[in-house]
């Protein structure tokens, strides 16, 4: 058998259903002996698909190998404390209309292994110092900047709720003398886990989020919220970025080593 031949299990699942029998067995025979191949089949299908499963549900309380593959940047959360920090590297789209602003800066994130909650701090810049515009910032559901902001795909919705209970909604923004600096909490979006938000993007809107207050349907799905005018992907990075950004209102000391 080569490398390239199916495993055995497969090749014996297809001969079993598609070949006939060696001898006529009486017709009872013939359906009782099909349930039974049809359902060792299932059991044998399924098994590890179960064992998978019990493995990784078993995982969330002990530290089985098979969540260390599902979870995680390993090096990263032991080296820097039990803690992960991603980054976002904000720039504006391309050929963007000379009525917006070109919108630079960092979106920081940390999260204390397994369950903390995760942090986040804007540093954006390059918005004119008189601008007042609330501008809307979520996270969307790829890291897919190919064609500008607008692959990125829609809000990482994998709860399937409504705007603006998406986990990465994290609301509007109103600039303050061209820059955007705030601190806050997203309690229901990890960088840890199936539904991590390491790898997806962060997405700058021309608007104010109407968070799901208007009266069409595009508000319970995104909040009105116009153009894409600067986005960026997340990504694994060091304390470094996190503890060089001056300190906001409302960020916590502890833990800040
Ligand atoms: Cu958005
Ligand atoms: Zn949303």
Request: charged share 20%; net charge negative.
């Amino acid at each position: 058998m080569t490398s390239h031949d199916p495993l055995p299990v497969t090749r014996g699942y297809k001969r079993r259903s598609s070949g006939s029998p060696p001898h006529p067995p009486t017709q009872n025979n013939i359906t009782q002996t099909q349930a039974l191949n049809g359902n060792m089949e299932k059991i044998i299908l399924q098994l590890p698909l179960m064992l998978l499963a019990l493995h990784i549900q078993s995982g969330e309380l002990s530290d089985s190998p098979v969540l260390e593959i599902v979870e995680a940047p390993k090096p990263e959360v032991v080296e820097f404390n039990n803690t992960i920090y991603g980054t976002c590297e904000v720039t504006p789209v391309p050929n963007l209309p000379a009525s917006q602003p070109q919108i630079s800066g960092q979106v920081l994130f940390r999260q204390v292994f397994p369950n903390g909650t995760l942090e986040v701090k804007l540093n954006l810049r390059g918005l004119p110092a008189d601008d007042r515009q609330a501008r809307a910032i979520h996270i969307h559901q790829y890291g897919d900047l190919s064609q500008g902001c607008v692959t990125a795909g829609h809000h990482y919705n994998p709860w399937e709720v409504d705007h603006p209970d998406h986990l990465g909604d994290l609301g509007n923004f109103v600039p303050e003398q061209g820059v955007i600096r705030q601190f806050q909490k997203l309690p229901e979006a990890k960088l840890f886990g199936g539904h991590s938000v390491l790898g997806r993007a962060v997405v700058v809107h021309e608007k104010e989020d109407d968070l799901g207050m208007g009266s069409d349907e595009e508000s319970k799905r995104s909040g009105n919220t116009g153009e894409r005018i600067a986005c960026c992907v997340i990504g694994i990075t060091t304390p470094r970025l996190w503890q060089e950004t001056e300190r906001l209102p409302g960020e916590e000391v502890e833990g800040n080593q």
